[in-house]
């Protein structure tokens, strides 16, 4: 392979910043921090051995899938299908296909763990969730380090996270929310990588260029095949297939990645660079992209599209097309009146719930969402005192989401006054999955949804600590100080993690205890 010559690396330098060179110590020390993170979620991931709050529709639906290819409706001769079934009886299911407002995707997650280690083992309910969970550390501290060009701040985003508490219980817990979490930070990482792998062929192709004698700036620089950025499709593609709310991360991702397209142009000096980066990166990114998300949500309804008893898999045969529409095959027209059911009867979720809450205290942890509950008495579950509590509560490291709220202040101003391309990513990724919500605040909704941008929250704490510590070149004493600021402020996370563990994790613990970490009202 040709070695850049000094004119690429410059560019290189001015698209991307400064080199990274210490890989492996990256890898070693991101990965360890991964290892103990992974540890955490999986120890005694498998208890308690009950179905925990939504896990009773898709722990279930897991294994419809496995049986049948479709969620199965449950049998209408058994009066209560969480006890038998947690008790080793998994044919609680009739034949008929079940009505349900989620794809496929998310579920035939879960029930990878099911078919690995039996569907009657609590522990191959949660192995999906409790994997994607530790790998998603691994994910944050590589592509914080990436984005930061700071081994050291790569760590910090992977400790943050590993010991974030509403991270922490999702990963334990078998929801859809971690799933699509996964996704949509799998995607976001393909794309970073994408910009940094894009960025140095233009540098390079641009100097090439130039060392032939032609002129970069009126022509348009080809940029080829574009392997991350197709990887971040199929990934987005798993997340809409997971829950639909992950489309509003392709509409912004989308953006984002043809935005960074539009500056690198400008930055090596093209004319047309707005012509160049919209009509053709911009085209070209929304129809590759777009191929690849509509064919791999349409894969995992597989299932049911070779099925004959899913639900409202036949609705096309007894409702004829329009002629306009009578190309479209029967399959696919079912599949389209069946997401309209779904659409409809998601929208109508009104109906109140004890722990439903508003996004405008999502941020502030204002109503944490209580998974499991027991109230133990003496003498049982290992009760040693009057009364107990056995709780999971989801509630975020209350430290982290509160400083992350000032965090993204100082991201937005950031953004918008210095062009920081790394606090407009964080800015955008959070809002994607935080601002939807506002429009649906007639509906049934909760603060466990915050989990999927909960990864943006990290990284806007740890620029936010980036800027704490100081610039490479400042000086001793700065760094210094810098540096026993954050690390004060991670060490606190972590205590403030190992402080509510109790609460995260089932563990029985004397009532009084747990109302000390019940810090306000709404939070019981």
Known sequence: MTPPTDLALRLRERLLGRPLTDTLRAWLL??????V????????????????????YYVKDGVGLLKGGVELTPKSSITSHDVPFTNGTTDVFGTAGNFVVHPPLGKWCIALGEMIFGPTSSFGWRFTVALMGTLSILMIGLVARRMFRSTLLGVVAAILLATEGHHFVHSRTSLLDMILSFWVLAAFCALVADREHSRRRLADRAAALVAQGRDVTY????????????????????AIGTKWSGGFYFAAFGLLTVAWDLSARRAIGEVNWARNGILVDGVTAFFSMTTIIVSTYLAGWTGWLRSDNGYGRHWADTHPADPLWSWVPGALRSLLHYHQDMFTSARSITASHPYMSNPWSWLLQGRPTSFYWQNPKRGEQG??????????????TPLLWWTAVAA????LVMWLLRRDWRAGAIVVSVAAGYLPWFMYQDRT???????????YLVLAVTYLLGL????????DARRRTGLT????????????FVFFWPVYTAQVIPYADWQIRMWFPSWI
């Open 383 to 396: 009760c040693t005192v009057d009364s107990c509590a056995k709780a999971i509560t989801s509630v975020g």
């Open 37 to 56: 993170g992974g540890v955490l979620r999986f120890w005694d991931v498998g208890r308690p051995h009950e179905l925990i709050f939504d896990e009773t």
């Open 408 to 411: 993204l202040v100082v991201l």
């Open 485 to 496: 600021v954050a690390g004060t402020f991670v060490a606190l996370c972590v205590a403030c």
């Open 468 to 475: 704490v510590i100081g610039r490479p070149d400042a000086s």
């Open 445 to 455: 909704i909760f603060t466990f949804y915050a989990v999927v941008f909960v990864p």
């Open 30 to 35: 991101i990965g360890l921090v991964t290892v």
């Open 219 to 238: 022509g348009r620089i080809g940029l080829g095949i574009r392997p991350w950025r197709l990887v971040a499709a199929l990934c987005l593609g798993l």
